[in-house]
């Protein structure tokens, strides 16, 4: 099957009529149909198929137990009303990649390995990479058990009611063992290839970012009747603290986003007892993002204390500065600049990824494949057609150079 059949396949799937952006959120429908597809991709190759105590899939040509596995793939969740090409594009191009290997008479040396991370977005249940997280033992079964959705739909009953045995979840050395080198495709998020007018791109680095809950509570009331010296209104910190976290960033070269919000009781005429905002910052480096983050809070609690707020912060997630493995990144710019003549541009990004959670446990690197608009986690994310089929071919050379030696 081409890529073109293959993602037109699958782009239907978890596709919003009303938005044009996407929902494949973790361990709902749209999901199982997307791990569906991608079981049907494995097996009409003739590839093993299996899915890990995490519910990561994998399909393996060889034998996993040989070692020192060449492993490639992404993720197929998407955030809400996402963009088509975050996570799918490297699924398909890895499917692709190896079709097109198998049309060279490429003779693999080391087993091969495409893989689908589950909920690598987080969207439904607040945590980026949990299922590349859970592998690596970043995040316990403990801390995964307690996890909810906005429904309160705890993470092991949402895998239960999806067919998975919540039971299992945890760290899995063993499988790392397996793995020599993890290569993942994705679009890029921004614009940097745009900019220098190449197709495809090797990541250098990603920054350091981080998840953190604010809960700004404050005192319900009506909202016609209440004097505004009366008010405890939790609305008014939170706002204040958008416009810090803006300030902050500019200043430090960084990026800082509220871009979730919960309020209660959630009336157009009630004043909201509780404001309860999420925080996403990412930064160059460790020290600036830190600097960044405090900044913000504290603004946040100067404002929380004139308005009479109470504020709780917490840390829900946080990834070091990912330098991907310099052999192998170099490795890969080596195969690419021979095959084009001419040097590959390499990048860093802010954005996480599952490549960058697996850097603690096996050699990985990335590639990037154009995106024009530089927009993502969007419906206005895309990528052209030929830079896709450029991206396949480039994973394709890559897999070549690593797995048939």
């Known amino acids: ?24 959120f973790a361990w709902t429908g749209a999901d199982a149909d997307c791990r569906a597809w991608f079981k049907d991709q494995a097996e009409s190759r003739g590839l ?20 020192d596995a060449v492993v490639t793939g992404s993720h197929l969740d998407s955030v809400p009303d996402g963009g088509a090409f975050d996570g799918p594009l490297g699924v398909v191009s890895s499917f692709a990649a190896l079709d097109e290997l198998r049309g060279r008479g490429a003779r693999f040396t080391r087993p091969l390995a495409i893989a689908n991370f589950g909920d690598e977005e987080g969207a439904r249940f607040g945590i980026a990479c949990a299922g590349s997280r859970l592998t690596t033992g970043q995040l316990t079964a403990e801390q995964a058990h307690r996890l909810t959705d906005a429904d309160g739909v705890t993470l092991p009953q949402a895998m239960e009611r999806a067919g998975y045995d919540p039971s299992r979840l945890g760290p899995d050395p063993e499988r790392l063992a397996r793995i020599g080198a993890f290569v993942e495709l994705h679009v890029e998020q921004g614009r940097a290839l745009d900019l220098s007018g190449d ?24 909202a016609g009747t209440t004097r505004l010296v009366d008010r405890r209104d939790p609305m008014l910190p939170y706002a204040e603290a958008v416009l810090a976290a803006r300030g902050e960033a500019e200043r430090a070269g960084a990026v800082a986003t509220f871009g979730k919000i919960s309020v209660e009781p959630n009336g157009v005429n009630a004043i909201p007892s509780l404001v309860r905002a999420w925080l996403d910052s990412r930064a160059p480096d460790e020290p600036t993002l830190d600097t960044v983050v405090t900044g913000i809070e504290k603004a ?10 109470e504020l709780a912060v917490s840390r829900e997630s946080f990834t070091p500065v990912v330098e991907f493995e310099h052999a192998l990144r170099d490795e890969l710019t080596r195969i690419l600049g021979e095959k084009a003549g001419r040097p590959v541009p390499v990048l860093g990004t802010g954005a996480g990824h599952d490549a960058g959670i697996l850097s603690a446990a096996v050699p990985t690197a990335m590639l990037f494949v154009r ?35």
Not at 1 to 20: I, K, N, Q, T, Y
Not at 382 to 393: N, R, S
């Open 300 to 309: 946040a609690r100067g404002h929380a204390a004139t308005y009479g707020v």
């Open 199 to 222: 197709a495809v791109g090797v990541a250098s680095a990603i920054w350091p970012h981080g998840r953190w809950r604010f809960d700004f509570r404050g005192e319900a009331n009506h």
């Open 371 to 405: 995106n024009p608009t530089g927009v993502s986690h969007s419906p206005a994310e895309f990528a052209a057609e030929d830079d896709c089929v450029t991206g396949v071919t480039a994973l394709a050379d890559v897999l070549e150079g690593l797995a048939c030696k």
């Open 1 to 24: 099957m081409s890529f073109h059949s293959m993602w037109a396949e699958l782009l239907p799937v978890g596709r919003s009529s009303a938005s044009g952006g996407y929902r494949r």
């Open 48 to 67: 093993a198929y299996e899915v890990d105590r995490n519910g990561n899939q994998w399909a393996w040509l060889g034998d996993p137990a040989a070692g």
